[in-house]
């Protein structure tokens, strides 16, 4: 429970934010587009890491916390953001109550190293026996050039924090950073045992700021790291088509494809059916992989067999009370989601009362949604826009028909669409079409890559659209 607030807070916050943080002119965007980051956040699970006895304060959940929120702003500046662990992800019942996992440093470097990542953040939170000692810390391994400068530029931006306490970088021979074989630093957020510094630690708002300053200096890394490539011109790289695949329908029963889907290793967004017994692993996978989430609330529709829709349900006859709770409940089935888009629902979404009623759940959430459209009908954009939740569109469903080609000519339709509108979203299905989507994508990734389009989780092109609403750049 504690973790599922902090991640909803979390996005609420990103919300409010957004004018103020609004990416500086996409060139930190461009620098992470399609990087792969993976972030450590250090200790978790039965290892609480750093205690402060007297404020009852663990150091895992400060990592984390601002681990989180860094792997939010790398998603959606498009970069592949993936944690080593959730914390209690794989808590289970024994005999001795819930036992918690141990993720050890061995399994959190292989995951680094399996994923090719183009970079490895480990944050830590400091104790000291000194109640004096305070202020961010940034370590790299003594042999690795690269990694002194992405230590370099991170430090440069905590330092900046105002009311920091100032920012070291030095070099040290940690086991994540000996053992990864990509750029790797190891930060400490500042010292639990500081009572003024613990405060601050615990503040949302500094969390986000810490981890808006880690992300600047990755994202300043990466740039430094193209600069000689576009000194030399030709390799500046052009405004790139956007394109959000959406595939619906995960959890529930195994369902054709999957495997294929999890397999492709592109931003994509995946759908998860809630309140079923496997919502919440498959969600967490997906997160874990690197894959954006959202829950795939089943909706009342005109026509349409009711074996097809899933549990909870949002029917039209039902109560505003009743119909929030629902949602609330399908939010906390499926951990990791960050929006929600229809399951059918052609009739709950023509309904504005019903519509309202979902989506002030879904405010509540600070999460956004998505129309599938699976009618004209749909006012569900329309509520949205009156209550302030982010709400984008379904352009194009690719597997209508059950065919290869069909569903390739469906893909180049979108890309055609993002190539003159900007951004496209279209939505896929595993289950019956699944296996033929899942090759189809695989196929087509060359050709689309190659006419300049580029995969992005859908937050990415729903926040944008939010941002150049309200004027924002
Ligand atoms: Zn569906």
Redesign the pocket.
């Known amino acids: 429970m504690f973790l599922r607030g902090k991640v909803n807070l979390l996005a609420a916050l990103l919300l409010l934010a957004l004018p103020i943080f609004a990416l500086p002119a996409g060139a930190a965007a461009a620098a992470l587009s399609g990087r792969v980051v993976v972030i450590d956040p250090g200790h978790g699970g039965n290892d609480p890491g750093g205690v402060n006895p007297e404020l009852g304060l663990h150091e895992k959940y400060v990592n984390l916390a601002v681990a989180r929120r860094l792997q939010r702003m790398l998603m959606d500046a498009g970069a592949m953001a993936l944690l080593t662990h959730n914390d209690t992800e794989t808590a289970e019942l024994s005999a001795g109550g819930l036992k918690l996992p141990y993720f050890s440093l061995r399994r959190r470097a292989a995951l680094a190293n399996a994923a090719a990542a183009d970079a490895f953040i480990s944050i830590h939170t400091n104790c000291f026996p000194n109640p004096r000692r305070r202020g961010a810390e940034v370590f790299y391994h003594p042999g690795s050039a690269k990694g002194a400068l992405l230590a370099a530029a991170i430090r440069e931006q905590l330092a900046g924090i105002a009311g920091g306490e100032g920012c070291t970088c030095r070099a040290a021979s940690y086991y994540v950073l000996n053992q990864t074989a990509m750029p790797a630093v190891l930060v400490e957020l500042g010292y639990l045992t500081c009572a003024s510094e613990a405060a601050r630690l615990l503040d949302t708002a500094y969390q986000e700021r810490l981890a808006r300053a880690i992300f600047l200096g990755i994202s300043r890394y990466f740039q430094a790291e193209a600069a000689p490539a576009l000194a030399n011109g030709g390799l500046r790289p052009r405004h790139k088509a956007q394109l959000a695949i959406v595939i619906?329908?995960f959890a529930g029963a195994t369902k054709n494809g999957t495997r294929a889907f999890f397999a492709l290793g592109k931003p994509l967004t995946f759908?998860v059916?809630p309140n079923f017994p496997d919502s919440a692993s498959i969600a967490q996978r997906a997160v874990r992989q690197g894959y954006q989430v959202l829950v795939?609330l089943p909706m009342e529709p005109f026509r349409g067999k009711a074996s097809h829709l899933g549990p909870g349900t949002i029917y039209v006859h039902l109560s505003d009370a009743e119909i929030e709770q629902r949602v609330h409940r399908a939010i906390a089935s499926v951990p990791g989601a960050v929006g929600i888009n229809n399951?059918?629902g052609s009739r709950a979404t023509s309904d504005a009362r019903v519509m309202r009623a979902v989506l002030r759940a879904v405010k509540a959430h600070g999460m956004f949604f998505l129309d599938?459209r699976t009618t004209d009908r749909s006012v569900a954009c329309d509520v949205a826009a009156e209550l302030g939740v982010p709400c984008g569109k379904r352009d194009y469903f690719l597997d209508n028909v059950n065919n290869i080609g069909y569903i390739k000519e469906q893909l180049r339709e979108a890309a055609r669409l993002a190539q003159k509108r900007g951004s496209a979203v279209a939505i896929g299905?595993v289950g019956t079409t699944g296996a033929n989507t899942a090759r189809a994508i695989r196929e087509m990734i060359p050709e689309l890559e190659a006419q300049g389009i580029e995969f992005v989780y859908l937050s990415n092109i729903i926040f944008q659209q939010q941002r150049s609403m309200t004027g924002e750049r």
Do not use: W
């Open positions: 619906d329908d759908a059916m795939h399951h059918m599938s299905h």
